[in-house]
């Protein structure tokens, strides 16, 4: 039985728990009190123990400064145990490299931990990888030494229509060694495409000091559609998977200075990132840029094309100014005299209104930030964001914005999630509901933005069983809670974990429709989607059964 998450996503975040269902302890740790619960199981290969295998676990949620995994080691029959675990959602991953889960889909699996709990039978079943291998060599048949190899899954191609303006990422990325040569093991079964070399259409990390060359895939073809797919099966070796890429791309550089553009002073010390304009969209560029004492910048390894700067924020630091809109072209030799001026940019005021008068939310408010972005239309990219401290009174100040639809979410200056409880619910606009962002014109001083916001403590836990048969292979199971009418709340999606268990905490009073999808990893059968209601109270737990009949017929959601 697999149980995982759906995630959600933003464009901001990069990038969001349950003893047992008989008990109605708190999740949260008592300060001093020494954690209990241990998480345990066993690693077998052909269902034999193996011993001294390492098994990590850590919280799914990501914290700044992120916490280190806490750490096992199977003894001689492959049994293990991690001691004093603290209550929270996490992920475990057993660490022997060449070997991979027997269910592929199935890399770390999700547990949730509670008070004094003994999670016992979190085991793994291993196999030894898949193994591709092969040579890079340039045109003229030389060896191309700490060449980047990137492995494709399958499908990672084949993006539906509101994703083809995102990034293909790699299953792995590889270094060739001194003859050119390269080894990638610990694939799972499947299939797979190689390439080296860069391209727009997927993320490749920067091979810095090193020639760039157009992608191109096995056997030989820059297009991917008829790159040949590597069979993997368990322990198999796919060998003279070779590629020999074209003449290094010629790379150049931009050079210019940042000013102020109402005093034409230079501006040192400005981090900036670049943008390549492919089409109508926009292309991520692992390149950014510093301004020196005297304003001026150099950015080098740039390949012919349209780019673009977007000025970066300081950390824990308000400017009311941006970049204004700069593009400038690479045709075939080194540019100068870039100039990225800074213009002051369109301000939000408004304030934050909590909708409860309990104290001790109002001080945790305080300690929070509003954050706001706005995105380039089709490229998921921001062109600007601002972040701003929550005044005791609720005031806010956004500035340094472009011109656009402005989003609007709260968070901890440390943590990437939304905290936990609060939501925000409406924004009003000299008191006119905005269901959608904030309109920002250029340079506007935007007043009267009331941005509201609920806080919630009820939790609700649950068991999700299953009844005339187990789920198939590859199956994900995923929780999401609404209220009647609306699409989503800000809740960060619970984790189902292992054991069939998740847990919704700082859900507000109110009456909630909780939806069960229960579908392929694939994607290409039809979902079970089971529904219920659930009414809570703050400060409450309500604890629920799930029951899934796997006899009911798929219905997509």
């Known amino acids: 039985m697999r149980f995982s998450a759906r995630y959600l996503c933003t464009v901001l975040l990069t990038t969001l728990s349950l003893h047992t269902l008989l008990l109605a302890q708190s999740t949260t740790q008592q300060p001093g009190k020494t954690p209990r619960s241990s998480v345990s199981g066993r690693v077998t290969i052909k269902e034999k123990g193996v011993g001294g295998v390492m098994v990590a676990l850590r919280k799914t949620e990501p914290q700044m ?8 080691t199977t003894d001689m029959d492959g049994f293990y145990r991690i001691s004093n675990v603290p209550p929270g959602n996490y992920e475990i991953i057993p660490v022997m490299p060449a070997f991979v889960p027997a ?23 291993l196999v030894r990888g898949g193994v591709i291998t092969g040579r890079i060599t340039d045109a003229d048949g030389r060896p191309l030494i700490q060449q980047q190899v990137t492995i494709f899954r399958g499908n990672a191609f084949n993006q539906s229509p509101q994703e083809l303006q995102r990034p293909i990422f790699p299953a792995s990325v590889i270094q060739t060694d001194d003859r050119g040569i390269y080894r990638v093991y610990g694939l799972a079964a499947g299939r797979y495409k190689v390439a080296s070399g860069r391209s727009d259409e997927t993320y490749t990390s920067p091979n810095i000091g090193r020639s760039t060359y157009s992608q191109v895939f096995y056997p030989d073809v820059t297009e991917q559609d008829k790159a040949k797919f590597i069979e993997v099966s368990e322990g198999s070796e796919a060998t003279d998977v070779d590629i020999t890429l074209g003449r290094a791309l010629p790379t150049f550089s931009a050079t210019g200075r940042v000013i102020d ?36 910048f150099v950015i080098e390894g740039l390949t012919p094309g349209r780019y673009g700067i977007n000025m970066l924020p300081v950390p824990n630091q308000s400017n009311e100014l941006r970049a204004e809109t700069l593009n400038f072209e690479i045709i075939d030799q080194d540019i100068s005299g870039v100039v990225v001026k800074l213009v002051k940019g369109a301000s939000v005021t408004g304030v934050v209104v909590l909708e409860t008068e309990d104290k001790a939310v109002l001080a945790k408010l305080s300690e929070l930030q509003l954050r706001g972005y706005i995105s380039i239309p089709g490229g998921g990219m921001i062109s600007s964001s601002a972040s701003s401290p929550i005044g005791p009174d609720g005031s806010f100040r956004l500035a340094g914005l472009a011109s656009g639809t402005l989003f609007l979410n709260i968070g901890h200056p440390s943590r990437p999630l939304p905290p936990r409880g609060f939501n925000i619910t409406r924004m009003e606009r000299d008191g006119v509901v905005s269901a959608r962002g904030i309109e920002i014109k250029e340079g506007e001083q935007a007043t009267g933005i009331r941005v509201f916001v609920s806080y919630g403590s009820a939790i609700i836990r649950g068991l999700v069983t299953l009844e005339n048969g187990p789920l198939p292979q590859g199956t994900r199971v995923s929780i999401s809670l609404a209220k009647a009418g609306e699409r989503s709340m800000g809740f960060r999606p619970p984790v189902v974990d292992e054991r069939g268990r998740f847990m919704i905490e700082g859900v507000a009073a109110g ?5 069960t999808i229960i579908g392929m990893t694939t994607q290409q059968a039809p979902a079970r989607v089971f ?21 009911v017929p798929p219905a997509r959601p």
Do not use: C, W
Not at 65 to 72: G, V
Not at 106 to 118: S, W
Not at 263 to 287: A, C, D, E, H, I
């Open 65 to 72: 400064p992120y916490e280190p995994y806490q750490k096992a």
């Open 103 to 125: 269910d592929r889909n199935e890399r770390a699996k999700q547990i949730l931990v509670g008070d004094d709990d003994n999670v016992e039978g979190i085991n793994f079943a």
């Open 261 to 296: 553009g109402e005093k034409g002073l230079p501006v040192p010390n400005l981090r900036f990132s670049v943008q390549r304009m492919v089409g109508q969209s926009v292309k991520y560029v692992n390149t950014t840029g510093v301004s020196n004492v005297q304003g001026d």
């Open 511 to 515: 009456t909630y429709e909780l939806t």
């Open 531 to 551: 529904k219920r209601t659930v009414t809570v109270q703050d400060g409450s737990t309500t604890d629920l059964t799930i029951t899934v009949d796997l006899a």
